[in-house]
Each structure stands twice: as structure tokens, then as C-alpha cells.
């Protein structure tokens, strides 16, 4: 099983940067594939990035795609998302979420562990 908390929200100036950090507890966590979704308010709630066990791989939604950066760190039990000219559309609460294996990495029913979210709020 894996326990994730999500930190590093905030407000920040459209054009802004912000880090966001899972930490996740769990010995297997290197095995785990990690994602990132997002929910605005009256929104469902949508994929944003993901990586792979081995961070050979990584996904993006087109969105965001050439402005976050999506990477880990298995020694530190740590996923970092790095988001880089951020816009008012970008306003959300974030959650990162795992699970074990799956061909797609899109679909949020596919996650089995989920943390608690943390908010970004970007100003125009």
C-alpha cells in the first residue's frame, strides 16, 4: 500500500512558477507508476502528467504540455512537478495518485491510491 501527501500549492502572478512535491510512504514505491490530476471548481477532475517506474517515461496532458515538467525521485520516495508559466486556467486543486501497472496512464479510475490534494491558485 502507498500513502501520498501532496505540498507545495500556493497563489501565484500568471507567469508564475511553482514546485509541487509528492512524498509517498511505502517500500514499493519505485514500482508504482505516479500521475498528477487536477479539479477546478464545477469541473471533473483531469489527468495532467504521469511517469513510469523507471522515469523513461513520462506523459502529459496537452494542456500543459512544454510548461510542467513532471519528475522522481525513488531514493527520496518523491514525485516533483514543476510548473512554469502558469495561467488562470491552471487554477485547480492538485492530486497526485498511484497505482501498480496499466497500459494507459490517463484514466483516474485506473489510480488506486490517491492524496488529499494541495490548491494552486494562479492570478491574472
Known amino acids: 500500500q502507498v500513502q501520498l501527501v501532496e505540498s507545495g500549492g500556493g497563489l501565484v502572478q500568471a507567469g508564475g512558477s511553482l514546485r509541487l512535491s509528492c512524498a509517498a510512504s511505502?517500500?514499493?514505491?519505485?514500482?508504482?507508476?505516479i500521475a498528477w490530476f487536477r479539479q477546478a471548481p464545477g469541473k471533473e477532475r483531469e489527468f495532467v502528467a504521469a511517469?513510469?517506474?523507471?522515469?523513461?517515461?513520462?506523459y502529459y496532458a496537452d494542456s500543459v504540455k512544454g510548461r510542467f515538467t513532471i519528475s522522481r525521485d525513488n531514493a527520496k520516495n518523491t514525485v516533483y512537478l514543476q510548473m512554469n508559466s502558469l495561467k488562470p486556467e491552471d487554477t485547480a486543486v492538485y492530486y497526485c495518485?498511484?497505482?501498480?501497472?496499466?497500459?494507459?496512464?490517463?484514466?483516474?479510475?485506473?489510480?488506486?491510491?490517491w492524496g488529499q490534494g494541495t490548491q494552486v491558485t494562479v492570478s491574472s
Open positions: 511517469i513510469n517506474w523507471s522515469a523513461r517515461s513520462t
Open positions: 495518485a498511484a497505482k501498480r501497472g496499466g497500459a494507459t496512464y490517463f484514466r483516474s479510475y485506473e489510480y488506486a491510491y
Open positions: 511505502g517500500r514499493t514505491f519505485s514500482s508504482y507508476i
